[in-house]
Every structure is written in structure tokens, then in C-alpha cells.
């Protein structure tokens, strides 16, 4: 069998895995098309505001898929096929199901933020770990989503800038010039009722993020039929700096397979869906998607380059933007490079801003303010994006790091709060329990282990701490997740 197969067969299973998987899930959680949602109840024309499916769909792509989804599949790509399995299997059975509680929950919770869903389920304790947790991600997903799409747009506009207008930019300044733009972008879609930017820009930059993972496709199947996968094997770790498969790779792969970042982006959508039918297409589809431009960059890395050393050396001249740039003019052209790449950095800037504009509202909730006013909403979006900016100069390797674990740890308590939410109802929560379980174990074994953020710990011992704690995790649950709760604070 060629090796392209391979990629035709995972993108059979997402397909698959969202009409049949999705549909059980959605059995599970059993949505109710007579209740009013708070897109009815609490319309107030700035955050709840009530918007078509397919619209809702193309927002939740967006504001899910970042840079996640190309930078960590291609970083992950150096693990070999393992990194394919996971953005498959991890996407239908872990993000998709984690992305679809996160946004039906909070329906059902009011349109609720993360952190006070979690307090419904979990108790006002986690609530509060949750806010912290939440924040710090937020902010740390607003910065790697500008500084990345600034790296991008310094790369196609550095040279046409320099030869037709006599501009001379030295060292990074350009690349400051278009942070200081995205930042500004980000801004003004933080303040704005999200029907008047968001919702009439968001489904042509859908559009275009859309055609880029075909584009990309296509360019691989004309160019390079007989070279997928062509140093990828399961018999040994290619990983040029021999890191271990597990738990890196999984959170390497933090949005292509399964990411916490999503679950504080679902609520955005669920105070916008008419009816909690929707959820199954909104929710579940969009990380489907997601999964799907994942399983092409993550290609891209095993296919594109010759080997596994020549794909190390790429992300290390430019981090995985230079993959972008590299792979995307060989592939389609000079022009259609440039748009696969302004694809690429639509995506971070359609996540960036909602990133910032989640923070502004689990903020606010916390602080009990209202952000009806304009003013309210200025008061914490200001030191929010000062905060940002300040965080825009830290190394970009370093933020990525921090990003990664945060974002599967917030995973981890999400999917618990779930398998909780379902437990509770005595419903099947092994839906949620079995990937709660798992991702806690590598969220614990990679802290310990890693020596530069975490603790040093050796790699044997890190796992088996891992394993053991997420039993523990799994214990409580069993022995305490019927215990009625006082609603949230």
C-alpha cells in the first residue's frame, strides 16, 4: 500500500469518527432543541447575541485554531507516526468530546465561563485554581498567537517593503511593526460587540483557512505522491535529539489533537447557538476540522523534508514558521505560498483576539462587572494588553513550553469536570473519564520531567508519578463525583 494512503485513511476515520462517534456523544450528553439557550434568554447585543450554525461553525474554527494546529503538529512531526496517531485518535476521542462538553456545559450553565462551569461540577475551589489557570493561558495564547503571525508577515513583506518603498528595517523592527498592528486588531475585537467585527469578518477568513489545508493537500499529492511519510517509522524514535515519545508528543501536539485553550472559547459560542442541537456541528465538528489541519501539517513535516535532522534544522532557523514559509512556496507557488501563508496567519490572529477577549470575561466575571458599557469593558481590557505586550518579548520557544503544559493541564480538569457533569447523572462518563485519565498522566509526567520548566526529574520515574496521580484523579472521582455540590459562588 503507498504510503499516501496512510493520510487518505486518517482523514476517512475524522470524517467518520464525527459521524458516528459525535453522534454517540451527543446521545450521551442528550441536547434538548426546546430550551431556550442563552443566545434567547440573555441577549444583550455585546456577548450573547444570537448567530446561524454554519456562521457559529466557521467562528469556532477560527477562534479554536490557532497556531496550535500548524506549529505543533509540524514541532511534533519530528516523533514520527506516533504523532499521526495521535492527532487522529486524540481528536475524535479526546478533543472533540472535550471541546463538545466545554460548549454544551456552558449552554446549559448560562453561557457560563470555564472556571464556573467547573465550580458546577467540581466545587468553588476549582473554580478559583480554574480562573488563575484560565487567565495565565489566555494571556500566554494571546501572545504566542501575535508573535508567531508577526514572524510570518515579517518573512513575505520584508523584501517587496525594502525594494518598492526605500524603507530600511533593521534588526526586528518590522517584525515590531506587526505586532504593534495585531496587537491594535486585537484590541479593537476585544471592546466590539462580537456580531460587528467577528461575526461578518470571521467566516471569509474561514473561507481562506479552509482553502490553505487543501491548497497544501493538493500540493502534496501533485509534487510528492511517493515521498509521504518517507522517514516516518514505528520502529524507532527518528527525534533527532532523541526526546522521549511520551509524554512530549502530546504536548508538542497541544491544539491538534486535544487542547484546553478550547474549552475557554466554547462559551463564546454557546452564548451565541439558537438551539443546543447545533452543538454537535459547532462544537465537535470545528475540533474535527481542527484535527484535519493538523493531520496535513503534521504531513507536511514527515514528507516535505527528506528527513527527520532536515526538519529539526528548519524549525531551528525560524521555528516552525520558517516550515510554513519553506513548504508552502515549494508546494504551490509563489502566490499561492503567499495566500497558504496568509492562511496560516489568519489563523493565531482569529484566536489571538478571542483569546484576549475570554480573558476580558472571565475577568470580569470574577470581578462581578459588568460589560455592557463600554467603558467596564476598557477598565480590564487596557491592563490586559499591557500585561501582553510585556509578555510579547519573552523568547518564543520558552512561551510555547508554558503554553503547552498549561493548555493539556486546563484539558485535564476539563474533561474531569465532564466526566463529573456525567457521573453525576449517572450517565456513561467514560466518555470524558477515560481521556481525563490519560491527559492528567501526561500533563504530571511532563512537569516532573522536564528539565527546564518543570522538575528534572528522570524520565521512568516522571511516568510512573503520572500514572500514579492520574489514578488517584480517577479514585476521587469514583468515590466522591456523587457528592451533591452548592451551586457555584
Request: glycine share 8%.
Amino acid at each position: 500500500m503507498p504510503n499516501y494512503m496512510w493520510f487518505i485513511l486518517a482523514t476517512i476515520a475524522l470524517v467518520l469518527g464525527y459521524l458516528i462517534y459525535g453522534r454517540i456523544v451527543e446521545k450521551i450528553f442528550v441536547p434538548n432543541p426546546e430550551r431556550n439557550t442563552p443566545a434567547v434568554s440573555k441577549s444583550d447585543g455585546v456577548d450573547f447575541v444570537a448567530m446561524p450554525k454554519w456562521k457559529l461553525w466557521l467562528i469556532q474554527l477560527l477562534n479554536i485554531a490557532g497556531v496550535g494546529p500548524v506549529f505543533g503538529p509540524i514541532m511534533g512531526a519530528l516523533y514520527g507516526p506516533t504523532a499521526l496517531l495521535w492527532i487522529v485518535f486524540g481528536t475524535i476521542f479526546a478533543g472533540a468530546v472535550h471541546d463538545y462538553f466545554s460548549g454544551m456545559m456552558s449552554v446549559r450553565y448560562n453561557g457560563a465561563n470555564v472556571p464556573d462551569v467547573v465550580g458546577y461540577t467540581l466545587g468553588n475551589k476549582a473554580k478559583y485554581v480554574m480562573r488563575v489557570f484560565a487567565t495565565v493561558l489566555l494571556l500566554l495564547v494571546g501572545v504566542v498567537f501575535a508573535t508567531a503571525p508577526a514572524g510570518l508577515l515579517q518573512k513575505i513583506t520584508a523584501a517587496p517593503l525594502q525594494e518598492y518603498c526605500d524603507i530600511v528595517f533593521e534588526g526586528k523592527t518590522l517584525f515590531w511593526i506587526w505586532i504593534a498592528i495585531i496587537f491594535a486588531y486585537y484590541f479593537l475585537a476585544t471592546i466590539i460587540p462580537i456580531d460587528k467585527i467577528i461575526g461578518r469578518v470571521y467566516p471569509i477568513f474561514g473561507a481562506l483557512l479552509i482553502i490553505m489545508a487543501v491548497g497544501v493537500t493538493v500540493g502534496l499529492f501533485y509534487h510528492m505522491p511517493d515521498q509521504f511519510y518517507n522517514w516516518a517509522s514505528f520502529e524507532s524514535n527518528p527525534n533527532p535529539n532523541n526526546l522521549p515519545i511520551w509524554p512530549l508528543v502530546f504536548i508538542t501536539i497541544a491544539c491538534g489533537a486535544l487542547s484546553g485553550f478550547h474549552s475557554t472559547q466554547s462559551p463564546l459560542m454557546a452564548r451565541c447557538i439558537e438551539n443546543e442541537k447545533e452543538g454537535r456541528m459547532v462544537f465537535y465538528g470545528a475540533m474535527v476540522a481542527e484535527g484535519f489541519i493538523g493531520l496535513v501539517w503534521c504531513t507536511v513535516g514527515m514528507t516535505f523534508y527528506p528527513e527527520a535532522q532536515a526538519l529539526a534544522a528548519s524549525i531551528k532557523a525560524g521555528t516552525a514558521s520558517n516550515v510554513v514559509f519553506e513548504s508552502c512556496i515549494a508546494l504551490m507557488g509563489t502566490v499561492g505560498g503567499i495566500l497558504a501563508i496568509l492562511g496560516v496567519v489568519i489563523l493565531p490572529i482569529t484566536s489571538g483576539d478571542t483569546a484576549f477577549r475570554a480573558a476580558r470575561l472571565t475577568i470580569a466575571e470574577a470581578l462581578h462587572l459588568p460589560q455592557v458599557k463600554p467603558a467596564k469593558r476598557l477598565a480590564i481590557a487596557v491592563p490586559v494588553f499591557v500585561i501582553g505586550i510585556i509578555l510579547s518579548t519573552v523568547d518564543f520557544n520558552i512561551i510555547w513550553r508554558y503554553f503547552g503544559w498549561s493548555n493539556q493541564t486546563l484539558a485535564a480538569i476539563m474533561l474531569w469536570s465532564a466526566a463529573v457533569y456525567l457521573y453525576r447523572q449517572n450517565k456513561f462518563h467514560w466518555i470524558c473519564t477515560i481521556p481525563a485519565t490519560f491527559i492528567t498522566a501526561i500533563s504530571v509526567s511532563y512537569i516532573i520531567y522536564e528539565p527546564n520548566m518543570g522538575f528534572g526529574v528522570d524520565i521512568s520515574i516522571a511516568n510512573i508519578t503520572g500514572g500514579v496521580v492520574a489514578v488517584f484523579c480517577f479514585i476521587l472521582m469514583m468515590l466522591f463525583g456523587k457528592k451533591p455540590l452548592k451551586q457555584a459562588e
